[in-house]
């Protein structure tokens, strides 16, 4: 008998040693979590994205036409000036071309020449022709020659003017000869002048992407150039957090070279598009005072500034869950958690959040849980959730 009671006793034990594991650490226990009381106050939202140091101006310059490279006067790093020479194509047979051209023109100039004067002579004759068709016309209505004697004047007139037309004819085709000569050496001579790589402004060589004797293909670059003091940011933002963003913002701009000198700046241009694939927004921050030393492609961490908000109610931005497709938080209700649906506004760099609508100042909220939860979790609330975890009991 003494050793049932034994073995009974010793039963007991370890039934309740399982249900205080079970309740304290096992499946049943109660979720640990940790919470924060809502709160009210003010904040300076901001917004934080990374980007990279571009040009707003810069050019490629290369051939209209493909051809090959006669000489590159430039190297990278090299400061340019407006119209200066940076590369040459070789012309091949344009300037003898255009000898020939001009050879034809001087020829086109002569034939008109030769025209105005023919035109001259047969207005002359015309005139002549005509004087003495009148006089004769006067002499036939006085009997003094024959009507054949007229008839010989009238036709000669009408020869002459037939030649005069022919000659202005000529006139007319070796002026229209003489433009079309010269539209043609102007449109040569503008394709001799594209061999000639001007700079179209002032800047700095960054590529030199074709050497002397490389033969390249119609708008292929042989040079890319950068207007420095065109230097911007282009800022890439999460779309669920750029709220706020507009044109205008001052910004803070640190450069990775720079790590510990912030650089001041302001959004110059937000774009239309957004990145689709990284739901990304993208803007432009210029720099108020282009910094020393900076290079194109560099990366940079850009903070804006947003306006002050005015009194407001603020919880941490890590309590807003997702439940069912509605933004909300767990909110503990006489120690019960509760899905409440609430409505978010601006947010700051330190991770606290405007509710615009469904919670109010003073309300518990769930910051961090053990686990999901669920309306019907059982919670314990704890002052961290590692400390708890390594102790394994609540403190």
Known sequence: MKRRLSLFSLGLLLLAALVFVLLRSGPLAATRVTVSQVKEGTFSPALFGIGTVEARRNWMIGPTAAGRVLSVKVDVGDSVKMGQLLAEMDPVDLDQRLASLDAATARAV??????????ADAAARRELAAVNFRRNQDLAQQN????????????????????????????????????RLQADRAALQQQRATTRLLAPA??????????????????????????PSSLWIRLRLDQGRSAGLTTGLPAQIVLRS????????????????????????????SFNQSPVAVSVGEMAEVTLELPTTGKA????????????????????KSGKPVFTP?????????GQVQVLDGLKAGDEVVVYSQKTL???????????LVKAAASGAAP
């Open 342 to 350: 609430v409505r978010l506004g601006a947010s700051s760099l330190d």
């Open 110 to 119: 002569s034939a008109q020449a030769a025209a105005t004067a023919q035109q």
């Open 258 to 285: 720079q790590p510990q000198v912030p650089v001041a700046g302001r959004v110059a241009r937000v774009e239309w598009l957004s990145d689709s694939v990284t739901e990304e927004r993208i803007a432009q921050v």
């Open 313 to 332: 109610v603020l919880l941490p931005g890590a309590s807003i869950v997702r439940q069912g497709g509605t933004t909300g938080v767990w909110w503990l």
């Open 202 to 227: 002032d800047g700095v060589v960054t590529t030199r992407e074709a050497e002397a004797g490389s033969t390249v293909l119609a708008g292929q670059p042989v040079l890319r150039l950068i207007d």
């Open 144 to 179: 003094f020659i024959s009507s054949g004697a007229l008839e010989a004047r009238l036709q000669e007139k009408a020869s002459a003017d037939a030649a005069l037309q022919a000659a202005q004819a000529n006139l007319q085709g070796a002026g229209q000869d003489l433009m």
């Open 374 to 384: 669920s309306g019907e979790s059982r919670v314990q609330v704890v002052d961290s």
